[in-house]
């Protein structure tokens, strides 16, 4: 069916602003550039992985209203590539260009029980939570959801970072609360902690989906996801679900982006029991799991963000490619902090193609890069990225017993 594309559309040539300097920006502005747009990103340092590969840089931290100002009267049009970014910041931008995701959207995204509040609210299917403050609010959240649960940081926390899975009350009274609350958002009205059901589950998968500012929208394949010690370790397409309930979790993730007016991307994380999907989390821009769309789907999910922020028409989003997946490259497969893995080794693996980040330091859980295959089978491709990991793994390990002997 043909789109109906908004009437000021912003067409190649423009400048599009980056707000954000790290990976995602990166490899939104590769994609940018190919479509024939300049980029120019608002980063720390000038040898930010995005800023290493942008038209232009402007430097400073996101508090610097000035250099935020200066930025965003030469862009056309902003992006951001992350969601912890100051509200006022937002409102500075916006002053100047179009930006997206909004404040609106942010504000939403910044705060888990303002999030599953929301798409709750909307009728959408989310995991069972309680607002909690304190061991004593925790108590009261196991006795109604269930030991055991998971408590997480309201706001900031990501990969991980800033939960506790507890199984009795006794375990509630040893969290550090008052030391590991964050600041309570303007939108919510207690100190910074949600308290959500374990769900027990058989999948956990991901629908990215793009929109525009007009409302038209697009979803890519459902991803099906890995993780290891909770950071994304290994992305599959196409799913193993049936195809009913692909188009379900395709349906949630339209309603959610929706919901919340997200202009750009939204990617929806779902765990799958049996018949029942449920909204882990959301991320109102690209997403790790959507990095596989690069090689496998005419149109990767950076060239849909770009579309989607432009106003232009979506790209078609379906794999081109019968099986592919995406494999994390994470600093522990690096011989040292500065010392590089055996990459002609790992680039003698066939059909394995590399995408690095260009950060300096590898540390361990820190996402350095990542691979991707493409193939005729997924057990194919999985095989593949498996052995590649495993060379690297090798080479670390070999340089590692050298070093201590």
């Known amino acids: 069916m043909k789109q109906t594309v908004d009437k000021q559309a912003i067409a190649p040539g423009a400048t599009i602003g980056m707000v954000g300097g790290g990976q995602l920006g990166r490899m939104f502005a590769i994609a940018a550039a190919q479509m024939g747009y300049r980029v120019s990103v608002f980063c720390g340092s000038s040898d930010e992985p995005a800023a290493q590969v942008a038209n232009t840089t402007v430097c400073g931290p996101l508090e610097d209203h000035s250099a935020i100002e200066a930025f965003a009267k030469t862009c056309d049009v902003i992006t951001l590539e992350f969601e912890n970014i100051p509200a006022e910041t937002i409102a500075a931008c916006s002053r100047h260009a179009p930006t997206y995701p909004s404040a609106d959207v942010l504000a939403v995204a910044q705060d888990r029980f303002v999030e599953k509040s929301t798409l709750q609210d909307a009728g959408l299917p989310v995991t069972p939570f309680r607002r909690v403050s304190d061991a004593a609010t925790a108590i009261a959240a196991g006795e109604n959801l269930g030991w055991p649960m998971i408590i997480k940081t309201c706001r900031s926390g990501y990969d991980g970072k800033g939960q506790h899975r507890i199984e009795s009350p006794e375990q509630a009274e040893q969290i550090d609360w008052q030391t590991n609350a964050p600041e309570t958002s303007p939108q919510s009205s207690f100190g910074g902690w949600i308290a959500e059901s374990l769900i027990p589950f058989d999948l956990e998968i991901s629908v990215v989906v793009a929109r525009t500012v007009d409302g038209r929208t697009s979803t890519f394949p459902v991803f099906e996801n890995d993780h290891q010690n909770h950071i994304l370790d290994l992305t599959r397409i196409p799913s193993t679900l049936p195809q009913e309930a692909q188009h379900h979790a395709m349906q949630i993730a339209t309603a959610a982006a929706e919901s919340l007016?997200?202009?750009?991307?939204?990617?929806?994380?779902?765990?799958?029991?049996?018949?029942?999907?449920?909204?882990?989390?959301?991320?109102?821009?690209?997403?790790?799991?959507?990095?596989?769309?690069?090689?496998?789907?005419?149109?990767?999910?950076?060239?849909?963000?770009?579309?989607?922020?432009?106003?232009?028409?979506?790209?078609?989003s379906s794999m081109t490619v019968p099986a592919a997946a995406m494999a994390n490259l994470m600093g522990d497969l690096w011989p040292s902090a500065s010392e590089s893995p055996n990459w002609p080794r790992f680039l003698d693996s066939p059909g394995v193609q590399l995408h690095l980040y260009g950060k300096h330091a590898a540390l361990p859980g820190r996402k350095m890069g990542h691979a991707t295959a493409v193939g005729p089978t997924i057990d194919d491709?999985?095989?593949?990225?498996?052995?590649?990991?495993?060379?690297?793994?090798?080479?670390s390990e070999r340089i590692c017993q050298v070093a201590e002997r």
């Open 381 to 395: 491709v999985v095989s593949r990225l498996n052995q590649a990991r495993d060379v690297l793994r090798a080479s």
């Open 261 to 316: 007016d997200v202009v750009g991307l939204l990617c929806v994380e779902f765990f799958v029991s049996g018949d029942d999907l449920r909204i882990n989390e959301v991320a109102p821009r690209p997403h790790n799991s959507g990095h596989v769309s690069i090689e496998a789907c005419a149109t990767s999910q950076f060239q849909q963000h770009v579309r989607a922020i432009c106003g232009l028409p979506l790209g078609d």
